[in-house]
């Protein structure tokens, strides 16, 4: 570590506490907003607010400091009064307002508190409440925006009953619930926190004025309480609950009372379907949801029996069946539903064994037809990480399995289950003794589990080791030390070393057991392989100090900050750092600007060029981008744009990336007349397949992008988009006016739902 990368004195001063000290430092010329090393949203200021030390804070307030927007919000976020009570907590925040320092300067002369603020304050677990009551005791001498985000965080981010109810008791007239909140709401409708229902404070203050549509009420099936819904549907009768309600009310968080209200109440003709069974069954935390609506069908039905089966198979093919126990929940109850004469299909078995002994009796006690053993679900059982996966092989080999042969592929899943291959493995050599086949396949699986590997070896000693084996085992350090105990010679070392190179995890221990025997040296191909993996590189350096450390291995190493700063030592024998290390460095995922910062505090030639510049661009690497700017001053932003902009080689979505950041750091703004230019090929694809326009206009609206909200550009993203993408550009752009000429892009879009579209937007004409 460089000088210049230790903690700043004034920093560990605020962060310590010592008051009188920062004061020293700053009489003395220190900066206080000078940004920490790998932290920018980071200063003295901001240090000594999230530690509770709040005479500094007022001490640097009171100083006269040009505090910029994100220093603002993370203040606001951090800001703890442990340390000094709420009274010097509330001096602060009046003379943060006296200073203006909470408001949006770009609404000037009007004053209007700053949305970021007011969102800082919505994430400040620890005093986030008292910071937004004080604010809105002051509403009268400023705008506060109480936006669709600010409602949003308090309702579901938060989840703080008294947040939004602090909001609707001291601003009630100022808060508008319309479709762009519900909008907003659509975007991440899983995945959101209910540990409290925050709709229905909302939906108790707005029951009579809600505009309200079969879509929003959807909405409120889904993420309200039934005491709500109940109270809408008393206050609305001219409500509808269609098949898009029901679905709703089954993937409710909160229980069945959501389904159970709404049921009586639907429409003459709306039945169970199988989409209503579909989305309680993903419901994993709800199961009596789709209890509620399997007893509401003929059980005798075929047509019940058919779509219980479905559902069943529909629950297997959720990515998290295997991964997620609660699903056993709702799986449990569409197997009790199912009828002992409705035959299993093949892929309901094998999610019966899946998850576990428990389950498969269940079927066994019921006496269910068509539970046939099949070796697929043989193999299963082996494969099962479970602790029961013993007893399930027994299971299935004592009602049927005996009748399937123990196939290649069934121990390949036993040596290969990293957690129990050791006692499935020891159960079928029971099973069949000296007659269970060892391949060189099982021998490739069982280096996946070293004790599984161990008792094949012993069961079998004459086995024959061969070099794939030796190839499969560089991924588990285990698996290498007990095949090099009984084999040294003749190793396929290079096709070994290309194994290595391919992975991550547990590559480096077995590099080293190599190098230990002296089957492999500390080289140049070493360093480039584990260039990214800063404890490796030390053991490595270790090892052999002198080792050469190529460009290759720069390249690799600017991926990780630490890397960088151990292979650009001083007395390390490194090559010249060139363009492509530092293109490497601006396109990083993690810690870019650190990482560039760290070579040229170590390589003051390092050299900065457009295509360094271009690299942070397209990777959206803002604070790396004014970093080169800073150190490179021959460098043109706007004509790196341009050249990005024009190269029709480059993805959307990195072009839209780029633009962001020009857009950020100068006050460009794209035009139609841009966008009308485009090179636009309804036909061309970014790298991974996808639409490249699309891209390009979902990553300037995700990434808050300059696009317009004019007419004319609503008619381009209109009439080339996706659904999902014209969408995303309507909620970016509320303001946009929906005019006639906007439905007729819809209509000449050739890839778009267009009833979905034109649905959408005639109900934002509607609330205009």
């Not at 509808?240 to 679905?247: A, M």
């Not at 007990?482 to 590099?511: C, H, N």
């Amino acid at each position: 570590m460089v000088l210049e990368e230790c903690e700043l004195p004034m920093h560990r001063a605020a962060r310590m506490g010592l008051a009188h000290t920062v004061g020293a430092m700053f009489d003395q010329g220190s900066d206080p907003l000078e940004p920490s090393e790998g932290r920018e949203w980071d200063n003295a200021l901001t240090v000594a607010a999230k530690n509770g030390h709040l005479d500094i804070v007022e001490f640097l307030l009171g100083k006269d400091l040009a505090i910029n927007k994100r220093s603002i919000t993370y203040l606001m976020e951090n800001i703890d009064h442990k340390n000094h009570g709420k009274a010097k907590l509330e001096a602060i925040v009046n003379l943060m307002w006296d200073l203006g320092l909470l408001f949006d300067k770009s609404k000037r002369p009007d004053t209007v508190v700053d949305n970021g603020a007011i969102i800082g304050i919505m994430r400040n677990y620890s005093s986030g409440l008292q910071l937004m009551s004080w604010l809105l005791d002051r509403r009268h001498e400023a705008c506060i925006p109480i936006t669709d985000d600010v409602l949003f965080f308090a309702m579901f981010i938060m989840s703080s009953e008294e947040m939004i109810r602090l909001l609707f008791e001291k601003c009630n007239e100022d808060i508008h619930i319309g479709p762009s909140f519900f909008a907003r709401l659509d975007k991440v409708r899983d995945g959101l926190p209910y540990s409290y229902c925050g709709l229905d404070v909302a939906l108790m203050h707005r029951a009579t004025e809600l505009a309200v549509d079969d879509w929003i009420v959807a909405h409120c099936a889904h993420h309200a309480s039934s005491k709500a819904m109940d109270l809408l549907l008393r206050t609305r009768p001219d409500i509808r609950v269609i098949e898009e309600t029901l679905i709703a009310a089954a993937s409710n968080p909160f229980g069945a009372d959501m389904i159970r209200l709404l049921f009586d109440q639907r429409e003459p003709g709306t039945q169970i379907s199988e989409r209503i069974l579909l989305a309680a069954a993903v419901n994993h935390k709800c199961p009596e949801i789709l209890k509620f609506l399997l007893d509401k069908l003929d059980p005798a039905a075929l047509m019940t029996q058919r779509m219980i089966l479905t559902v069943a198979e529909e629950i297997m093919d959720s990515f998290t069946f295997r991964y997620l126990w609660d699903l056993e929940k709702t799986f449990q109850v569409v197997i009790e539903e199912l009828s002992p004469n409705t035959v299993l299909t093949e892929k309901v078995r094998e999610g019966l064994v899946m998850k576990g002994s428990a389950m498969v009796r269940l079927v066994l006690d019921r006496q269910q037809a068509g539970f046939v053993v099949s070796e697929k679900m043989m193999e299963i059982a082996a494969a099962s990480w479970e602790d029961d996966s013993v007893e399930l092989l027994e299971l299935l080999m004592t009602n049927g399995g005996g009748e399937v042969p123990i196939t290649e592929a069934i121990v390949c899943a036993a040596a290969g289950n990293k957690f129990r291959g050791s006692s499935v493995m020891e159960y079928l050599f029971q099973v069949q003794g000296d007659s269970l086949s060892i391949t060189e396949n099982v021998l490739v699986a069982a280096t996946e589990c070293p004790q599984a590997l161990e008792i094949i070896l012993n069961k079998c000693p004459e086995v024959r080791i061969t070099d794939r084996v030796f190839v499969a085992a560089c991924r588990n350090e285990g698996a290498m030390q007990m095949l090099l105990s009984r084999r040294q010679d003749g190793l396929p070392i290079e096709a070994m070393k290309t194994e290595i190179g391919k992975y991550y995890y547990g590559s480096f221990g077995v590099f080293m057991l190599l190098v230990d025997r002296h089957l492999a040296d500390v080289d140049a191909w070493a360093v480039e392989t584990f260039a990214s993996r800063p404890r490796s590189l030390e053991v490595l350096q270790s090892e052999k100090p002198d080792v050469l450390i190529t460009e290759r291995a720069l390249v690799r190493a600017a991926e990780d900050r630490d890397s960088v700063r151990l292979l650009l030592k001083s007395e390390n024998n490194y090559d010249p750092v060139t363009e492509e290390v530092m293109m490497a460095a601006a396109r990083s995922k993690y810690l870019s600007k650190e990482i560039l910062t760290s070579i040229l505090h170590r390589v003051e030639s390092a050299p900065l060029t457009a295509n360094v510049l271009k690299e942070a661009m397209l990777h959206q690497n803002d604070d790396t981008v004014e970093l080169i700017l800073a150190r490179g001053r021959d460098l043109n932003l706007k004509a790196s744009w341009e050249e990005i902009w024009h190269d029709v080689d480059i993805p959307g979505r990195k072009k839209g990336r780029a633009t962001v950041v020009f857009g950020e750091l100068t006050d460009f703004e794209l035009t139609e007349s841009m966008l009308q230019d485009y090179a636009y090929d309804k036909e061309q694809k970014d790298d991974d397949g996808a639409d490249s326009f699309d891209y390009l206009i979902g990553a300037l609206c995700y990434c808050k992008g300059p696009i317009p909200a004019t007419e004319g550009v609503g008619v381009i993203v209109l009439e080339r988009c996706s659904n999902r993408v014209a969408e995303e550009f309507l909620q970016y752009r509320p303001n946009l006016p929906i005019t006639d000429k906007l439905f007729q892009a819809v209509e000449r879009n050739p890839k778009a739902d267009k009833q979905g579209l034109l649905s959408l937007l005639a109900r934002k004409r509607g609330s205009e």
